[in-house]
């Protein structure tokens, strides 16, 4: 097989390569754009913005960072998605909004109302992220729980506690001034973008590719009883995806907390379906062992600035919810059908 | 399909006479024995608690429960989840509440239920059977979408003055002092359990949950299973929604919300395995009852209400837990 590659290899200079009719060239081209789901998103994004410039005020740096702002959340929870869903078995994170709400919480206590300084405050809170990850990933992991029903379970464990500690009030004005900083701007974009997103998606993208552990994640992910016997840490490894998604909802409680200057109860609410909703418009695949940071990050951009232009024509919150879900169900019936089409995991 | 079935579960090595081994199970004892003991002991310590004006109120309150907990078993059983129940009963509610408030009859009023209700259940089963997106990914969606198009028809603000037409569901509605939707919850579980233990169709939906392939290849007709299980869940929502109506008066824009966490709560408290392949009605009845005691628990101890859901959570992690230690224990065997 190698040898006759080899014979053949320097022939194509004499013989033309074969011609294509128009119609096989749209098939591969279609194939390419159901394949590489970053290309898919990127043309969305560029007819969003097409579309959208033509009205006054929105395509200007400040607008566009603006809606960046307001879904950075959720672009870092989809992340956080991301990663736990590639550990297979049919992993999800329902939980994530809960522990948002329940890390504002932890935010709004230790530097409102025990005056932390600012940095041990945030600090805390992501820690608090982490420890519930680390909760529904060891029971999931190691105790042997399905993903769905943990997370469905601590989801309600920490919405309801989040809501009990402070009495479903707000702490907004015991904050101090301090929790501002990331909301300030540079050249009109958002510090929170620049600190904390961008280096968020190189780390995950870092981790993904280029680490030992995003290589067994992958593994774990696409045939977890093949990695058992290639010696595999199965168990540490969804262990480690959970942990990691309660790291994201840490972070995302510091930004929406210090974005809003109020730690609320509600924070989270509806940002699981947003991230749920990114991860897979970006092409990840529920089975598990398939998805990409680049489709995460081009998801995020396409849902920010559509619902930035439909704010800006003042389509109802109701209605982007509603498109939010058909959206959903688009993106979810076009990942089962490109991967039994074209055989793609 | 997600891969989720590959590790081998003991519905597997119960392919012959599982029937009359379901009930040699003890789950139904174990049950019915911590109910006792749950009521004896809240009984001693509150006498509040066993006046048969608590019964009644407990039954009836998870009357809905045992109603669409019927459905979800049979979802679950086959592997799947529908965490739409809560909205999907707020769609039905609010097109039940407002035909009653037109002044329509009952006859019609639960056909209308019904069958909204199973348009909806249709929806979703359409997406899982044929679609074949995972359950999870589509029931979530369909929560949100539901509750949007609930909130549309509500117009953003509650129904006032509903007469009570469907009284005959409602809390007040009773037949020799037990309340009639806890009735036909009984009746509809009855009927799931016989239909499950002794139909071909029944049986089928334990092959799909303990391995999808395998049934399909021994013939079951895995898809039309899958979408008839979803538009059953929708009918007992639709039912369920006659119930929530019952006692007139008012309907808020949010019924419905968190329903499905204490449906899923009864089902896998009854110990049907979340996994698919092994559970039964009848225990997802007794599972629905030991919710209802629980909740009703909480209120008569004077435990907040914000923290209802917390110990709600914490119940079904520690009944999964009861069911994963069994299944460790029997595979090992």
């Given at each position: 097989m190698s040898q006759t590659t080899q014979a053949t290899a320097p022939a194509p200079s004499t013989r033309p390569a074969p011609r294509q009719s128009p119609l096989q060239r749209l098939g591969r081209l279609g194939r390419l754009v159901l394949v590489e789901r970053s290309i898919l998103l990127a043309i969305g994004i560029v007819i969003v913005l097409a579309y959208y410039g033509q009205y006054v005020g929105y395509f200007t740096v400040g607008y566009l960072s603006e809606q960046l702002t307001l879904n950075l959340e959720i672009g870092l929870l989809a992340l956080g998605q991301l990663v736990v869903i590639i550990s297979g078995r049919g992993a999800i994170d329902l939980s994530a909004g809960a522990m948002v709400s329940m890390c504002s919480m932890v935010l709004g206590f230790t530097a409102g109302l025990w005056h932390w300084p600012f940095w041990v405050a945030a600090l805390a809170t992501i820690g608090a992220g982490w420890l519930m990850g680390a909760l529904n990933g060891y029971l999931a992991a190691y105790v042997g729980y399905p993903a769905i029903i943990v997370t469905l379970a601590t989801w309600y464990v920490w919405k309801s506690l989040a809501l009990y500690v402070h009495n479903t009030t707000p702490i907004s004005s015991e904050l101090p001034g301090q929790v501002d900083w990331l909301a300030g701007t540079v050249a009109g974009i958002r510090i929170s973008l620049l600190a904390v997103w961008l280096p968020i998606i190189v780390l995950t993208w870092v981790l993904l590719n280029r680490t030992l552990y995003g290589r067994r994640l992958y593994g774990v992910g696409t045939n977890d009883i093949a990695a058992r016997f290639a010696r595999l840490q199965v168990a540490r490894t969804r262990f480690h995806a959970f942990a990691f998604s309660g790291l994201m909802a840490g972070a995302a409680a510091v930004t929406v907390t210090s974005y809003y200057h109020s730690a609320r109860a509600d924070a989270g609410d509806p940002m699981v379906l947003r991230a749920i909703t990114i991860a897979v418009l970006g092409g990840v695949l529920i089975s598990g062992g398939a998805g990409k940071v680049s489709g995460v990050v081009l998801a995020t951009l396409l849902v920010a600035f559509l619902n930035g232009g439909l704010t800006l024509l003042g389509v109802e919150s109701q209605y982007q919810l509603a498109a939010l879900g058909l959206l959903l169900l688009g993106s979810a019936l076009l990942n089962v059908w490109s991967a039994r089409r074209f055989g793609i995991r | 399909m997600t891969a989720t079935d590959v590790r081998p579960h003991p519905g597997q090595q119960r392919a012959e006479g599982t029937a009359r081994r379901s009930f040699a199970y003890g789950n139904e004892v174990t049950l019915l024995g911590i109910l006792a003991v749950a009521w004896v002991a809240l009984s001693l310590a509150y006498p509040t608690f066993h006046e048969v004006g608590n019964i009644q109120n407990v039954l009836s309150s998870i009357a809905m429960v045992a109603i669409v907990g019927v459905g979800m078993t049979m979802v679950i059983l086959t592997g799947g989840i529908d965490v739409s129940v809560g909205s999907g009963l707020a769609v039905c509610a609010v097109i039940v509440a407002k035909y009653v408030l037109s002044g329509g009859s009952v006859v019609v009023a639960v056909a209308l239920g019904v069958l909204v209700g199973a348009l909806l259940g249709a929806v979703n089963g359409a997406i899982v059977a044929?679609?074949?997106?995972a359950p999870i990914i589509t029931t979530f969606a369909t929560l949100n979408l539901f509750r949007f198009v609930s909130l549309q028809i509500f117009e953003n603000q509650q129904v006032n003055g509903i007469p009570p037409t469907l009284s005959w569901f409602g809390p007040t509605g009773r037949t020799l002092g037990v309340p009639n939707a806890f009735l036909v919850a009984v009746l509809l579980t009855v009927v799931a359990w016989w239909y499950l233990k002794s139909y071909s169709t029944g049986r089928h939906l334990f092959a799909i949950g303990s391995n999808r392939d395998t049934a399909l290849f021994a013939g079951v007709r895995v898809a039309r299973r899958e979408f008839a299980v979803y538009v059953v869940t929708g009918v007992l929502v639709g039912l369920a929604s006659t119930v929530a109506v019952g006692s007139g008066g008012v309907v808020q824009p949010n019924i419905g919300t968190g329903f499905e966490l204490q449906v899923i709560a009864a089902v896998v408290i009854g110990g049907t395995s979340i996994l698919g392949g092994r559970g039964s009605a009848l225990c997802t009845l007794l599972g629905a009852l030991l919710v209802g005691t629980l909740r009703s628990a909480l209120v008569t101890m004077g435990a907040p209400g914000l923290l209802t859901d917390f110990f709600l959570g914490v119940f079904i992690l520690a009944a999964v837990a009861v069911d994963l230690v069994r299944q460790k224990r029997r595979s090992h065997r």
């Open positions: - | 044929f679609g074949r997106v």
